[in-house]
């Protein structure tokens, strides 16, 4: 996964900011921003440091010295100068969020997350947001929390659909913590697209989309192996199997279904019907089945996903019901449906920070005026965040 940069530089609003001190110091902040912009740390250090002896009430500029330090991995007097900007503006974004970015770097999880958040609660632009909660999202996943992560990339490409390495991040979760290839060759491809050229990740991501394709061509070779497909006799038994269902003769209609299916086992229609006749005769695990089988055929039919995962709530199969969701939530990461769904199988888990998670980013997608978000917004909030 990507280390995100959530760093930045402040040059243009410093310079303005700062008219307050001396010749001597503001000469030094330029020289020390003009060395800072070529990259040569070192000197930026000595003149930023210089303009701090002169220049003692500007937060921004101990963040830009600070951020000199922690590029030359100087990483105590980095955190001194993160600290010294809080100390004179306690809502700094700014420092606030390379000091979650050290403890990250450090391996101080519950340390790095805390900054985070104050760093997102202060945050004044959806681009700064986007680029915290990618942060964020990289420590929930270090401490196992992988649905969480989910969410703060999903937030984030939800403030911004541009920022590349939302899209990188979410990629490798699903590669490696939620095992959906296709979804996760979505998300490569996407980063891929709309990345700077020069990001240092171009090159994993089309070494994982070369991998991820050749893969899932095997897989679907395999599939097709030896299939025999007659789509006109599965078309015939499809209608018998409508006509049927529409008379109310279920048992007749989940034989012509099957029937339709094994003339030609990619017909769409038939499984969702099979699907279907099977909920209606209360056969819910045959009906699971069928639905998974639909959402194998058109893997974005989230009406699929969405009956499959409410037949297995109401059997209480809880692991299959948020299996089938992950999928449906890769698919259409924006439909609120899929986070009731979750929010209610981790209530049920006892796993109420997630439940909180899923209800507030369910909250976040439903309509304005919905009738039912007043008592919604109720149940979240009693929901512990931790």
């Known amino acids: 996964m990507i280390r995100t940069n959530t760093f930045l530089f402040l040059t243009a609003f410093l310079l303005a900011a700062c008219g307050c001190g001396s010749h001597s110091g503001q000469s030094a902040l330029k020289q020390g921003l003009a060395a800072f912009q070529e990259k040569n740390y070192p000197v930026a250090i000595t003149q930023l440091t210089h303009a701090t002896k002169r220049i003692t009430d500007s937060p921004d500029l101990y963040y ?22 809080l100390e004179l503006a306690p809502g700094h974004v700014e420092s606030t969020t390379c000091l979650g970015q050290i403890a990250y770097l450090q391996n101080d999880l519950p340390k790095a997350q805390a900054f985070f958040d104050k760093a997102l609660a202060g945050a004044r632009t959806d681009e700064i ?25 999903l937030h984030a490409l939800k403030l911004n659909r541009l920022y590349a390495p939302a899209y990188y991040n979410l990629a490798s979760l699903y590669r490696d913590k939620f095992n959906l290839r296709e979804e996760a060759l979505d998300n490569f491809e996407m980063f891929a697209r709309i990345a700077d050229k020069n990001d240092s990740h171009n090159g994993s991501a089309a070494n994982n989309i070369k991998r991820l394709r050749l893969n899932l061509e095997r897989t679907r070779a395999e599939e097709l192996d030896g299939v025999r497909r007659d789509p006109a006799a599965a078309a015939k038994l499809l209608q018998d199997g409508m006509r049927l269902q529409v008379a109310k003769q279920n048992p007749k209609a989940i034989k012509a279904y099957r029937d339709a299916l094994a003339a030609d086992p990619f017909t769409f229609s038939a499984a969702f019907g099979l699907a279907m006749a099977y909920k209606a005769q209360g056969q819910r695990a045959e009906a699971i089945d069928a639905f998974k089988r639909a959402t194998d055929i058109s893997p974005n039919h989230q009406d699929s996903y969405v009956q499959a995962a409410e037949l297995a709530i109401q059997l209480k199969h809880y692991a299959e019901a948020a299996k089938i969701l992950d999928r449906a939530i890769a698919r259409s990461p924006f439909n609120p449906a899929n986070d009731e769904l979750m929010a209610r199988i981790r209530y049920e888990e006892t796993r109420l920070p997630e439940a909180r998670a899923y209800g507030e980013f369910y909250l976040l997608l439903l309509p304005p005026g919905d009738k039912n978000r007043a008592a919604y917004s109720k149940w979240v909030k009693s929901l512990p965040e931790k």
């Open 129 to 153: 947001r986007a680029r915290i909660l990618t942060a964020l999202a990289l420590t929930e996943s270090g401490r196992e929390h992988y649905d969480i992560a989910r969410l703060h990339l």
């Open 64 to 85: 830009n010295l600070g951020l000199a330090h922690l590029y030359q991995g100087n990483i105590e007097p980095a955190q001194a100068a993160f600290k010294a900007a």
